[in-house]
């Protein structure tokens, strides 16, 4: 561990309201510069200067290190000298006036409605299945992160609204509606499968989706039944749980979303972070004026 880390945890999570992800991260960021610094530069957080940051911002890129990642431990730091700026235990911040590289974003990866469909229609009627199913079609309808379907309570569901609620990681609640398939997945699932895969004695557990252990399902576990059901859809080798988030996205821009709307629902601080799934159906448009128009 490093100076300051117990504040700097209790910073993020209560003052930043940052997910247990996210402050996981960045305390690894801040402990991978203290090495660097104490390896290199013969010096402590604290003490570091603006060049000593430079130098490791430089160091990473020079090991091929993606724009991405440089971003995000850049973002790091800065939080972590704004905490010892705010608690005035350093008089100036030596990440001041450092740039974050410009990242040249990917095109999202997402199905096609054809395969979303195909995904779904997999899961059976055993136990398992229902609860595969509502946790598919949950996803596919709300566009929700992987941690907040892991992380989500039975009481975040409104079954009779049909909308389920969500804390971001920015900390800020959102309600998301769901639609009919999603809805009636969801009520079988509640009202048997998940009932059944709660052991005896254990109905205090709060979590919405559990393992056959009556235990919080796992990003593993989330994970491995995404994959089993992909492979058996044939779309194994292109899919995550952030592809059907993007399907999400996308299929809402192409059937008249608007991207204000778009954003509230996905959770995005930055606008800027739903602007890309524009860039697909402007592609798709294009593609299409190109086939049709006889002067294309």
């Known amino acids: 561990m490093y100076e300051h880390s117990n504040g700097f945890l209790e910073y993020l999570d209560k003052q930043r309201n940052m997910s247990p992800n996210t402050v996981a991260a960045y305390n690894r ?9 104490s390896e290199k530069m013969g010096a402590d957080l604290k003490g570091a200067s603006n060049t000593d940051v430079v130098a490791y911002l430089f160091k990473l890129k020079s090991n091929g290190k ?8 850049t973002a790091s730091l800065r939080t972590f000298y704004s905490y010892l700026m705010e608690c005035s235990l350093i008089s100036e911040n030596p990440t001041a006036n450092i740039k974050s590289p410009k990242i040249t ?7 096609t409605i054809e395969e979303v469909e195909k995904l779904l229609a997999l899961p059976d009627d055993s136990i398992k299945g229902v609860r595969d199913r509502a946790i598919l079609e949950l996803l596919y309808a709300t566009g929700i992160r992987v941690s907040e379907v892991i992380e989500a309570n039975i009481d975040d569901v409104n079954l009779r609204m049909g909308f ?11 309600i998301i509606p769901m639609g009919r398939h999603a809805r009636a997945a969801m009520e079988e699932y509640i009202f048997d499968a998940r009932a059944k895969l709660m052991k005896s004695g254990e109905n205090e557990n709060q979590a919405l989706f559990v393992n056959y252990m009556g235990d919080r399902i796992t990003r593993q576990g989330l994970w491995k039944l995404l994959k089993e059901y992909a492979k058996q859809a044939g779309i194994e080798n292109k899919i995550t749980p952030q592809t059907l988030r993007n399907s999400f996205a996308v299929h809402m821009i192409q059937n008249g979303a608007d991207l204000k709307s778009l954003q509230e629902l996905m959770g995005h601080e930055d ?3 739903t602007q890309i799934y524009l860039s697909v159906t402007k592609n798709r448009i294009k593609d299409v004026y190109d086939k049709a128009h006889p002067r294309a």
């Open 105 to 111: 974003r990917k095109e999202p990866e997402y199905l």
């Open 271 to 273: 606008i800027s972070a």
């Open 66 to 73: 993606a724009a991405a990642t440089v971003n995000r431990k």
């Open 29 to 37: 960021d801040v402990f991978e510069f203290s090495k660097f610094l």
């Open 164 to 174: 389920i609620t969500c804390t971001g990681e920015f900390g800020k609640a959102r």
